[in-house]
T-cell receptor, first 116, second 114 residues
Framework: NAGVMQNPRHLVRRRGQEARLRCSPM?????VYWYRQLPEEGLKFMVY????????ESGMPKERFSAEFPKEGPSILRIQQVVRGDSAAYFC??????????????FGEGSRLTVL | LAKTTQPISMDSYEGQEVNITCSHN???????ITWYQQFPSQGPRFIIQ???TKVTNEVASLFIPADRKSSTLSLPRVSLSDTAVYYC???????????????FGKGTHLIIQP
């Protein structure tokens, strides 16, 4: 049973370009979470999605950032017109259907974005 | 808002028992307490979760007093490979956690020495 798959693992962009980060949740998981981690910082919640729905995007910047989790395919975190401050590790996690109270999130290895 | 407070860093030695305490004074009735471990350049990994009293699994124990305003992660007989950042989270997972419950904070950087 493959774990959470994120790609690319490393991404380099110049200021003003777009970054797209993909996340395939574990098989059978319909909940996806995106986090951002700056160097020497903790993980900051960005957005929580279920298939075709954004449940909680309170941690995501209002501009330039968007996320989706389509019916088919991976979840995508999109950052438009990247700036140097967007350089960070972006982690995706998935969990089974809510209501189980297990609270266990399964994390991917992260995508490291570097903005030149 | 169930915010958590942990020590920034701790040091210990191989073979010792390590206890990391997390304060969560505003924990809500439906909130669970969950601990994660993160190694450099990796995603966090679930360690243990509890609601009250004591929970034990193959890697750790979690102690939660009756008032649930704090919790203690206990790692028995640590080794060098336990050097990592440990995060305490509090949230109502039945609702998907909620943004507050899914906030990791800076965690506790545990350093194990030979």
């Amino acid at each position: 049973n493959a774990g959470v798959m994120q790609n690319p693992r490393h991404l380099v962009r110049r200021r003003g370009q777009e970054a797209r980060l993909r996340c395939s949740p574990m098989k059978g998981h319909s909940h996806v979470y995106w986090y951002r981690q700056l160097p020497e910082e903790g993980l900051k919640f960005m957005v929580y999605l279920q298939k075709e729905n954004i449940i909680d995007e309170s941690g995501m910047p209002k501009e330039r950032f968007s996320a989706e989790f389509p019916k088919e395919g991976p979840s995508i975190l999109r950052i438009q017109q990247v700036v140097r401050g967007d350089s960070a590790a972006y982690f995706c996690a998935s969990s089974p259907v809510a209501g189980t109270n297990t609270g266990e999130l399964f994390f991917g290895e992260g995508s490291r974005l570097t903005v030149l | 808002l169930a915010k958590t407070t942990q020590p920034i860093s701790m040091d210990s030695y191989e073979g010792q028992e390590v206890n990391i305490t997390c304060s969560h004074n505003n924990i809500a009735t439906n909130d669970y307490i969950t601990w994660y471990q993160q190694f450099p350049s990796q995603g966090p990994r679930f360690i243990i979760q509890g609601y009250k009293t004591k929970v034990t699994n193959e890697v750790a124990s979690l102690f939660i007093p009756a008032d649930r305003k704090s919790s203690t992660l206990s790692l028995p007989r640590v080794s060098l490979s336990d050097t990592a950042v440990y995060y305490c989270l509090v949230g109502d997972w039945a609702l998907g956690g909620g943004a507050d419950g899914l906030t990791f904070g800076k965690g506790t950087h545990l350093i194990i020495q030979p």
